[in-house]
């Protein structure tokens, strides 16, 4: 059974940072890519980082880059989002997603986001920021 857990989300000040994890299960990190993806209220859900398998080759949405960092441990199946500088828009429950059809080549531009290309969700970590 795959299983992704977030954990990790809660309140911080504008200008403060977070850091969210994904454990997954029942799936290996060498062969599935992980997303993060997040939905506030009211708005679409939009993609924010991706991490390849094969690789570690990154991307980022343009909303986040050079405040957000992703990042993987094989080792304990986790997958993590460091969060800076944060902002009340970045207010949203936070998701991670995994899928074994991004290439690396893929993992490598904004298709890396899109959900559609994901096959497993995790359950979402809110993220409230205040200002």
């Known amino acids: 059974q795959v299983q992704l857990v977030e954990s990790g989300g ?3 000040q504008s200008g403060g940072s977070l850091r969210l994890s994904c454990v997954v299960s029942g799936i290996s990190l060498d062969t599935y890519s992980i997303a993060w993806f997040r939905q506030a209220p009211g708005k679409e859900r939009e993609g924010l980082s991706c991490i390849s398998s094969s690789d570690d080759t990154t991307y ?3 909303s986040v880059q050079g405040r957000f960092t992703i990042a993987r441990d094989t ?3 986790t997958v993590y989002l460091q969060m800076n ?3 009340p ?3 949203a429950v936070y998701y ?3 899928s074994n059809r991004i290439s690396s080549a893929q993992a490598m531009g ?3 986001i899109i959900s559609g290309w994901y096959d497993y969700w995790g359950q979402g970590t809110q993220v409230t920021v205040s200002s």
């Open 110 to 112: 904004v298709i890396s």
């Open 10 to 12: 809660g309140l911080v």
């Open 60 to 62: 980022y949405a343009g």
């Open 89 to 91: 828009e970045d207010t």
């Open 96 to 98: 991670c997603a995994a």
């Open 85 to 87: 500088s944060l902002n």
């Open 75 to 77: 080792a304990k199946n």
